[in-house]
């Protein structure tokens, strides 16, 4: 068999009588001793990059001993089988009403949430609850049902476009501009009409890491009910910033603070620091999500009401989320999270003292900044090609065109984690900067073809 279509067994695995290699592609006829079978898994999770070196992702990549202990001790739990392990399902309940009360909702205790797997499923629920809302309403008032739209930044993570897409909604993207760099409430009268189900608000804008003024959105969605009636609702994307501004910009109003927040999502997997995947969604009061989006399945013996597009998944993740609240408290999440912010100054601070660069943003919201080539510093080489040298160095740091319409501005991003400290930050830095010195000195420009649009929000 041609060597693409197998994997070959490190000889001091293979056990006399024992295949020398597997079939890559096809479940294989016989067993294999469980050693063997380990090795080979683990040897193939090695070509995978290293966490600690991927600035690109917002995602956990490391939790304590602690946590990893709770980790192998609940991984066989199935979050869905509530009647089988109800005490998982009461923890989840008090981690959503902790998120609640974080997030200044009227009554915590009273108000309804849920796990998800992530913020995507999050985000659909979000959504599906005010497409429902805006149908009860617009039924009620004898009115056709058939045009719903969701307004927006152009600036959204793809699953905005994919709520949209799914579920039969006209997504209104209101493109960002060097004056709007984000949704700011400017101009909202052109894209909201009765057929408006509610407005998205991103508090990290995923390509920048800037919050959009949930405020000034709300004021500006309060003049048009004035002018015209409609009360349209906000939904806040808080995959990354509802972890971050309680703690780092506590006197920021952005959340059930303001009445026209409905409900709010965060990725317990990225600043709420928790392996992936898991996902929270609360609404502002029970009321809001319609009853009929529940649904009440009889399981296993019992009555399990169900608010999720996913049926099983794993239960782990939320006891480690219920740990690291625990663990923390508000002042240990202040206390890590502030110093990714530190991380995050300190590495823009270096990056903008460098002739080739200008800073979009400076890691001043979520930890996260993004910064582009200064206007006629170079025709021979790109923020792509500085992306591919620190590569070979072990760095993931992503450059991508910005949104419409700024679609012929590029940046590069880099997102700071727990687990990315100073030191490794220094390190970074030198590399940039060397990698930048050798560009520079470049006679003529790099090669571009064939380059493959490799990054994805
Ligand atoms: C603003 C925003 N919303 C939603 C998501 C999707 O989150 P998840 O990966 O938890 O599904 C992301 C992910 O980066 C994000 O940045």
């Known amino acids: 068999m041609s060597q693409e279509h197998v994997v070959a067994v490190n000889p001091i695995f293979a056990r006399p009588g024992e295949a020398v290699a597997v079939e890559r592609y096809r479940m294989p006829i016989g067993e ?29 990549t490391w939790m304590d001993d602690h946590a990893a202990r709770l980790y192998a001790e609940s991984v066989d739990k199935n979050m ?30 009273h108000t309804i949430g849920t796990s998800t797997i992530g913020s995507s499923e999050a985000c659909m629920l979000a959504g599906l609850a005010f497409k429902r809302r805006w149908q009860h309403a617009r039924r009620a008032a004898g009115k056709p049902t058939d045009r719903p739209n969701l307004v927006m930044s152009s600036a959204v993570q793809v699953v905005w476009e994919k709520f949209c897409n799914y579920w039969d ?7 960002i501009s060097e004056e709007h760099r984000t949704l700011d409430g400017h101009d ?42 409609s009360d349209v609702p906000i939904h806040v994307d808080g995959a990354s910033g509802a972890m971050i501004a309680p703690f780092l910009h506590s006197d920021l109003e952005w959340d059930f603070r303001l009445e026209r927040v409905h409900s709010i999502n965060t990725s317990g997997h990225k600043y709420g620091l928790v392996y992936p995947g898991l996902g929270w969604v609360v609404w502002r009061s029970a009321d809001l ?9 009889s399981y296993l013996g019992g009555v399990t009401p169900s608010l999720a597009l996913n049926f099983s998944r794993p239960g782990a993740q939320v006891l480690l989320q219920y740990y690291q609240f625990l663990r923390l408290g508000r002042s240990g999440y202040h206390a890590v999270q502030k ?33 582009r080539l200064k206007a006629g510093h170079t025709e021979n080489w790109n923020l792509y090609d500085l992306s591919d040298r620190l590569r070979m160095k072990g760095w993931q740091v992503p450059a991508y065109p910005m949104p419409d319409n700024l679609a012929d501005v590029t940046v590069q991003r880099i997102v700071v984690r727990n687990g990315l400290g100073m030191d490794l930050a220094r390190d970074l830095l030198d590399d940039i900067d060397e990698e930048v010195t050798f560009l520079d000195r470049l006679t003529g420009p790099m090669p571009t073809e064939g380059r493959a649009p490799g990054f994805h929000h």
């Open 32 to 60: 294999m001793l469980p050693e063997t079978a380990y090795r080979i898994v683990h040897d193939e999770m090695m070509l995978d990059g290293n966490a600690r070196q991927n600035l690109a992702t917002f995602v956990g």
């Open 80 to 109: 869905i089988d509530k009647d089988e392990y109800p005490h998982t399902a009461t923890v989840e309940d008090r981690c959503w009403k902790m998120l609640a009360e974080l997030w200044n909702a009227p009554d915590p205790q």
């Open 169 to 175: 909604v006209e997504a209104r993207l209101v493109p």
């Open 188 to 229: 909202l009268a052109a894209y909201v009409d009765e057929n408006t189900i509610g407005v998205v608000a991103i508090m990290g804008v995923t390509y920048t890491g800037d919050y959009e003024p949930v405020g000034e959105i709300a004021r500006a969605l309060d003049k048009i009910q004035r002018d015209t009636g």
């Open 289 to 297: 999500l319609p009853e009929d989006l529940i649904f009440r399945v």
């Open 339 to 371: 110093s990714s912010q530190d991380v995050a100054h300190r590495l823009a601070a270096g990056i903008d003292a460098m002739d080739a660069f200008e800073l979009w943003s400076d890691g001043s919201d979520i930890p996260v900044f993004a910064w």
